[in-house]
């Protein structure tokens, strides 16, 4: 079955940086689009960030543009969110998620897997 795992979360500090990872198996990594969005405590879950089968396209949210950066290695089937000058208001569960058709990669709807989560607090 398909499977997405992130990791790399935890606490850091105003201004400190997280490298997120997500691993994905049981699916053609290459043919899928890749997204990550957060979801903080008593709010709806958001866009983050995309990024298109090859690593052609990618696009973000205005509140992280200039802040992360998604990437991904299809050799690796993994998809990486480096996120820099973090703020107090980034800290949420990050997921990631595969989206085939990728039509729409900034709605959470149209992703066909999801994974778990990770935690990222970010202190004052």
């Known amino acids: 079955q398909v499977q997405l795992v992130e990791s790399g979360g935890g606490l850091v500090q105003v201004g400190g940086s997280l490298r997120l990872s997500c691993a994905a198996s049981g699916l053609t990594f290459s043919s899928y689009g890749m997204g990550w969005f957060r979801q903080a405590p008593g709010k709806e879950r958001a866009f983050v960030a995309a990024i298109t089968w090859g690593g052609e396209e990618t696009y973000y949210a205005e509140f992280v543009k200039g802040r992360f950066t998604i990437s991904r290695d299809n050799g690796k089937s993994t998809v990486t969110l480096q996120m820099n000058n973090l703020k107090p208001e980034d800290t949420a569960v990050y997921y990631c998620?595969?989206?085939?058709?990728?039509?729409?990669?900034?709605?959470?709807?149209?992703?066909?897997?999801w994974g778990q989560g990770t935690q990222v607090t970010v202190s004052s």
């Open positions: 998620a595969a989206d085939e058709d990728f039509g729409l990669p900034h709605i959470a709807g149209e992703y066909d897997y």
